[in-house]
């Protein structure tokens, strides 16, 4: 496109010069200068003059389409540069996606850990819902009690601890209340309502729940750690 233009000018500096001769030999025309000379001299000077106006208006063409080409040619460099942007932007998003995916993969890892620990035969009848078990050779036990049903839930409310012991009030109650063993669960029981405590001298366990997160229960707000409030069960005095 240069190279057009610079050729542009120079047919149009030549033609200026052939435009300045006519105009000269116009004004100076001496009276012997034959008529078909003349004519011929001004005939050039006119075609001069429509060459002259063709290579302006080609000049000013190239000029246009050398601006519209250095325009886009700052729109694509401002493409580019907003291309680079969302690309490094990407990158970033690319780089919490996989750090994201590693979370998970460590979670499914240790689901599928507490899911193989969590396993036991649950030691009541009924099952608390949303309840799992692993039970210790001392006859103690751990649970997990989710807000729904394993397969199904969506949280994890509490972890606790359980251990072996009678629906009385005594020195071992009173061992056990202190550290926050406060509900008791008999073995078996003809409903999940009934299952809460018991007759006197009812075999079972008294549980300790322990919230995992601050929670909404029927009884309040529970913040994390031991919930002395779920659910007590008093017992009674028992016949010695």
């Not at 990407?90 to 590693?102: A, F, N, P, Q, Y």
Request: glycine letters at 10%; a negative charge; one cysteine or more.
């Amino acid at each position: 496109m240069e190279i057009q233009i610079r050729r542009s000018i120079a047919i149009g500096a030549s033609i200026g010069l052939l435009v300045l001769g006519g105009v000269v030999a116009f004004l100076l025309k001496p009276s012997g200068v034959p008529q078909q000379t003349y004519d011929q001299l001004m005939g050039s000077y006119t075609q001069a003059q429509q060459q002259s106006s063709a290579i302006g208006a080609e000049r000013d063409g190239l000029k246009m389409q050398l601006d519209q080409q250095m325009q886009n040619n700052q729109t694509l460099q401002d493409q580019v540069g907003t291309l680079k942007s969302e690309v490094t932007t990407l990158r970033g998003t690319v780089s919490e996606l996989s750090t994201t995916l590693k979370t998970y993969e460590l979670d499914s890892q240790m689901l599928a850990q507490l899911r193989t620990f969590f396993n036991a035969a649950s030691p009541f009848n009924p099952t608390p819902p949303g309840t799992v078990f692993h039970m210790l050779p001392d006859g103690t036990g751990l649970f997990l009690q989710f807000d729904a049903p394993p397969t199904q839930a969506t949280r994890l409310l509490y972890w606790g601890q359980m251990v072996p012991g009678t629906f009385c009030n005594d020195d071992g109650y009173a061992r056990l209340q202190v550290q926050g063993y406060v509900h008791f669960r008999a073995f078996s029981a003809p409903n999940e309502s009934s299952a809460s405590g018991g007759r006197p001298g009812e075999v079972g366990y008294w549980m300790r729940f322990i919230a995992l997160d601050e929670l909404e229960m029927p009884w309040g707000v529970v913040a994390p750690g031991v919930d002395f409030n779920y659910k007590p069960t008093e017992p009674p005095t028992c016949e010695s």
